[in-house]
């Protein structure tokens, strides 16, 4: 017996031994994982689209920059900036143009764009409308859109490039498609939320999904127990009911009331919670009476 209490001891000493460095391998583990995560995203969300003519030696290049994506207004905001190259730069001025330019874009608000001779070229912004896509269906919506630019000097084409980049956090752009022709380019784009947008959506689905089945356990123990009413228990289920409204309006992007994610985790953990409070009061109130 000795002997097997001894034996019994040293394993648990060794398991006590080993358990932190388990710890330390699984956090280690999982913070690797996350920042692998991070710098894939990190590298397609810099991912840089390129169409036109880019070979052309005198050419204007159209350098596009996605600010802001609105899916409930279902509009993007662009940074337009034109970069003359080769003979369509003024020679006194790099960033000037040597003929006047006209810039007809695929905005539906400001078509035109118009910049003189010999004055320095500015960044400037116009709204793209989506053409797929439903707000509603979020964390899975995903919108679709073109963005073309034509470029002509006194009514003739200019032979352009297309450069689009997306520094909005919230969204990644995948190109679907390019098209290019004489002084014309464009490219189709699909957006949809980012890694991290649509990993923490998922979260807090978990999340409100575990804290109103916690709820519903307490209710049923207490209602079985022939309790009364418990007032502890009554004040954390309250506050969990108030609790999950301020984890919906957590939520990045703050999708309107009635899309995917609510049907999904959000209004179904609110009437869990509320109907076990309930329950637990009416059967509180009722022990409490025959008593």
């Given amino acids: 017996m ?9 394993k648990i000493t060794l398991r006590a ?3 932190p460095f388990v710890v330390i391998i699984v956090i280690g583990a999982l913070c690797t994982l996350g920042i692998f995560g991070y710098f894939n995203e990190q590298d397609v969300h810099s991912t840089q689209y390129q169409t036109g003519q880019l070979t052309a030696p005198n050419r204007v290049e159209v350098d596009v920059t996605l600010q802001r994506m609105d899916a409930s207004g279902r509009q993007l905001t662009l940074i337009v900036l034109v970069n003359p190259i080769g003979d369509t730069a003024s020679p006194d001025n790099d960033n000037s143009l040597a003929h006047p330019l006209t810039l007809e874009t695929s905005s539906l608000t400001n078509t035109t764009l118009r910049y003189p001779a010999g004055e320095r070229i500015s960044a400037q912004n116009i709204s793209v409308g989506l053409d797929d896509g439903i707000v509603s269906d979020y964390p899975f919506d995903s919108y679709t859109t073109d963005v073309g630019f034509y470029a002509s000097s006194n009514d003739e084409p200019v032979p352009i490039s297309l450069i689009f980049h997306n520094e909005d956090p919230f969204f990644l752009t995948t190109a679907t498609g390019a098209n290019a022709d004489s002084g014309a380019a464009t490219i189709g784009l699909r957006i949809s939320r980012s890694r991290g947008t649509f990993i923490f959506a998922w979260f807090l689905m978990v999340a409100m999904w575990i804290l109103a089945l916690s709820v519903l356990g307490a209710a049923w123990i207490i209602v079985r127990g022939r ?48 109907l076990s409070i309930a329950t637990v009061t009416v059967h509180g109130v009722i022990v409490e009476r025959s008593r």
Avoid: C, H, K, Q
């Fill in 227 to 274: 309790r009364g009413l418990i007032w502890p228990a009554l004040g954390w289920m309250a506050a969990t009911l108030f609790a999950l409204v301020a984890v919906r309006n957590a939520v990045p992007g703050l999708p309107p009331i009635g899309s995917l994610f609510d049907y999904a985790s959000f209004l179904w953990a609110e009437a869990i919670v509320a």
């Fill in 2 to 10: 000795d002997e097997a209490d001894g034996a019994g001891r040293a």
């Fill in 17 to 19: 031994a080993i358990a």
